[in-house]
């Protein structure tokens, strides 16, 4: 079945540091999203991509899809406390795939 | 404002116990999924539906079953717990018709689940 990669599992950075995780797939996606998890709830949207190429932000969050359709990257600028979380990736074709996640830990 | 609930947060249960968890949204979504969590594993698909009295079988069926009375509910039992079956529940739920193959899932705020 379809099987996606994120990385790196988990960052350690400063506050005020750029972050950057991605997600790499054998399989071709139609769309590929962005969530992000705080504990004790559920995954929030933070960005969907529906086009090969797509680049798009939402403030200091900056997504890619892949030109192959089978990658995607998502940026954070300048980090802040409370963007730490687990960070998920999915990608769907058929069914929506979720990478096993990134967790980013923030040294004030 | 629409929402996707889930009831209840947490739960202890026994092994053989029959479990049901709730899930109800206020979207007016076609489409309905469940997911488990687990370390190790993501999110990994359950059942989901595509509409009322649709129900489909994702990638661990096994010891679940769902049913999709009306458009706001989809709940999850799980028939004789199992201690494999401890874990965090996520619902979601998303818009379109067919699956909506373009709309994002919006989840709710999971279920814990310990089975002793």
């Known amino acids: 079945g379809q099987q996606l990669n994120q990385s790196p599992q988990s960052m350690f950075i400063q506050e005020g540091e750029d972050v950057s995780m991605n997600c790499t797939s054998s399989?071709?996606?139609?769309?590929w999203l962005w969530y992000k998890q705080d504990p004790g709830e559920g995954p929030v949207l933070l960005i969907a991509?529906?086009?090969?190429?797509e680049l798009t932000s939402n403030g200091r969050l900056t997504a890619q899809f892949g030109i192959t359709r089978k990658d995607s990257f998502l940026n954070i600028s300048a980090s802040i406390p409370s963007d730490v979380g687990i960070y998920f990736c999915?990608?769907?074709?058929?069914?929506?795939?979720f990478g096993q996640g990134t967790r980013l830990t923030i040294n004030p | 404002d629409a929402e996707i609930t889930q009831s209840p947060r947490h739960k202890i249960t026994e092994t053989g116990r029959q479990v049901t968890l709730a899930c109800h949204q206020t979207w007016n979504h076609n489409n309905m999924f469940w997911y488990r969590q687990d370390l190790g594993h993501g999110l990994r698909l359950i059942h989901y539906s595509y509409g009322v009295h649709d129900t489909n079988k994702g990638e661990v069926s096994d010891g679940y079953s769902v049913s999709r009375s009306n458009t706001e509910d989809l709940p999850l039992t799980l028939e004789s717990a199992a201690s494999s079956q401890t874990s965090v529940y996520f619902c979601?739920?998303?818009?379109?018709?067919?699956?909506?193959?373009?709309?994002?899932?919006?989840f709710g705020d999971g279920t814990r689940l310990s089975i002793l």
């Open positions: 991509l529906y086009k090969a190429g």
């Open positions: 399989s071709i996606f139609n769309t």
């Open positions: 999915a990608g769907r074709a058929q069914k929506l795939v």
């Open positions: 979601a739920s998303s818009s379109g018709g067919a699956g909506g193959n373009n709309q994002p899932q919006h």
